[in-house]
């Protein structure tokens, strides 16, 4: 599939439409109402134009990678009333206040220490609490973020009792694969870990499978998947100046 650098508006919304129709035909061939999975659009270094007209296309949740282009978007699209957005990458702790100043929800904490940095934020603001997920390393990857399997159950014990984070579930970015199945066992392996750790009641959500292989991780469990090239098209190499 061909997709163009910087797709225009009624090209994001074709392709927008076709993505959630890929989500629901995955969820129903799993057995599953297309409502228990939730399509979030990730617009890193995509301009602030391609996410307005992802949201006047219906949609409302965008995902994001970089606190400073995040903070730069959200305050440029102040106007879109109901836009919502989640950091799904690496939180440094010196960027903690800004992702908690314009994200909705996070999904990466792989730290006791990333987690205690952004609770602390979060303070700063009047009363809130940040739903978040934890990031697994589900692959054992050196280079990757994520906590190691091994360490979950420490990193989710020191999670839950931090008042101004509310734990939702488990996010996982697969080792690269050159079959979209081959990430399924990855998939597979992190609805394990959830089982392992309180299950559905405890870890509602999961975050899981991006443009290639979405519908293998719908069909494992994901709650949430994470599509940026599908929808917006190529990524640009640089983040916009927004
Ligand atoms: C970029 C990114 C995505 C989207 O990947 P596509 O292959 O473009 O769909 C999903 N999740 C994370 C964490 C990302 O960084």
């Not at 080792?175 to 394990?192: I, M, N, Q």
């Not at 392992?196 to 899981?208: C, D, F, K, N, Y």
């Not at 293998?216 to 599908?230: D, H, I, L, N, P």
Request: neutral net charge; aromatic residues 4%; charged residues 20%.
């Amino acid at each position: 599939m061909f997709l163009a650098m910087g797709a225009d508006d009624s090209e994001i919304a074709t392709q927008l439409m076709r993505v959630k129709e890929r989500v629901a035909d995955a969820a129903r061939s799993a057995g599953r109402s297309p409502e228990s999975v939730r399509l979030i659009a990730v617009s890193k270094r995509h301009p602030a134009a391609a996410i307005r007209a992802a949201y006047a296309a219906g949609h409302r949740t965008f995902g994001e990678n970089y606190p400073q282009e995040l903070a730069a978007k959200s305050v440029s699209l102040s106007d879109l009333a109901e836009i919502s957005f989640h950091m799904v990458g690496h939180v440094q702790k010196n960027k903690a206040k800004l992702v908690a100043a314009h994200a909705d929800c996070v999904h990466t904490l792989g730290s006791a220490g990333q987690a205690s940095a952004l609770a602390s934020r979060v303070e700063a603001r009047s009363g809130e609490v940040m739903p978040v997920l934890i990031q697994v390393n589900i692959g054992r990857e050196a280079n990757k973020s994520g906590v190691s399997p091994d360490d979950l159950g420490a990193l989710i014990d020191a999670v839950v009792v931090l008042p101004q984070l509310r734990l939702t579930g488990l996010m996982a970015i697969p080792p690269v694969a050159s079959e979209p199945e081959g990430a399924r066992r990855y998939f597979d392996a992190l609805a394990e870990m959830r089982v392992q750790h309180g299950g559905e009641a405890r870890l509602p959500e999961l975050s899981m499978g991006m443009s290639a292989d979405l519908e293998a991780a719908v069909q494992a469990g994901a709650t949430m998947v994470r599509v940026g090239t599908s929808i917006f098209g190529e990524r640009p190499v640089r983040s916009p100046t927004v």
